[in-house]
Nanobody
Framework: QVQLVESGGGLVQPGGSLRLSCKAS????????MSWYRQAPGKQRELVATIHDSSSTNYADSVKGRFTISRDNAKNTVDLQMNSLKPEDTAVYSCGAWISSFRSDPGRDYWGQGTQVTVSS
């Protein structure tokens, strides 16, 4: 059994910063990629950022230069540093990861419950 738990959401003023964290726990052999997604009310879920086991990263155009994704492989965590936040960044942010629980396990996607980020004055 694998769980992903996010933390760090909240209310912030435009131009402010927040740091989200997500920790994977349970029976974990390896983690391939780890990602952050967000979904605003009435909108489709959007892939915000991904970090691979090679540490290569990808970002949505809307957050490039403002958000930074990082991971700690020893702790099975992935963070999202969000700077210069805008009202349009308001959404529920969720982490996802492709995790194998044992050596011969091809793995599957796991998801966290999400954390609310609200950018408002």
């Amino acid at each position: 059994q694998v769980q992903l738990v996010e933390s760090g959401g909240g209310l912030v003023q435009p131009g402010g910063s927040l740091r989200l964290s997500c920790k994977a726990s349970g029976t974990i052999f390896s983690i391939n990629y780890m990602s952050w997604y967000r979904q605003a009310p009435g909108k489709q879920r959007e892939l915000v950022a991904t970090i691979h086991d090679s540490s290569s990263t990808n970002y949505a155009d809307s957050v490039k230069g403002r958000f930074t994704i990082s991971r700690d492989n020893a702790k099975n965590t992935v963070d999202l540093q969000m700077n210069s936040l805008k009202p349009e960044d308001t959404a529920v942010y969720s982490c996802g990861a492709w995790i194998s629980s044992f050596r011969s396990d091809p793995g599957r996607d796991y998801w966290g419950q999400g954390t609310q980020v609200t950018v408002s004055s």
